[in-house]
Nanobody
Framework: QLQIVESGGGLVQPGGSLRLSCAASGFTDDYIIGWFRQAPGKEYGGVSCMGRDGATTIFVESVTGRFTISKDSAKNTVYLQMNNLKPEDTAVYYC??????????????????WGQGTQVTVSS
């Protein structure tokens, strides 16, 4: 059974940090993994991803230098380290997996399996 579980969201003050975790289970093939977010009243947007080759991409210019994606293969877990958080980072963050793509993709339809999402709220 394919399963994706995100964790690590919460309420944080501006300038604070959070680390989101995405634990994948049941996947027997290699995959690419992406982080997306959806702010209130807005569409899903790609944040970052890691391809099968380990290459990473940041899709949102405003998080460059603040967000970092990494992977612990032994734990089948991908992390999104978010530093210097800003109120505009407030959103539900989703982890998604694509079995069909090789390189990173920021396109929603490229991903087959999605987690339930974790809320990140940046507010003083």
């Amino acid at each position: 059974q394919l399963q994706i579980v995100e964790s690590g969201g919460g309420l944080v003050q501006p300038g604070g940090s959070l680390r989101l975790s995405c634990a994948a289970s049941g996947f027997t093939d290699d995959y690419i993994i992406g982080w997306f977010r959806q702010a209130p009243g807005k569409e899903y947007g790609g944040v970052s991803c890691m391809g099968r080759d380990g290459a990473t991409t940041i899709f949102v210019e405003s998080v460059t230098g603040r967000f970092t994606i990494s992977k612990d293969s032994a734990k089948n877990t991908v992390y999104l380290q978010m530093n210097n958080l800003k109120p505009e980072d407030t959103a539900v963050y989703y982890c998604a997996i694509s079995l069909g793509e090789y390189y990173c993709s920021g396109v929603v339809w490229a991903y087959d399996s999605w987690g339930q999402g974790t809320q990140v709220t940046v507010s003083s």
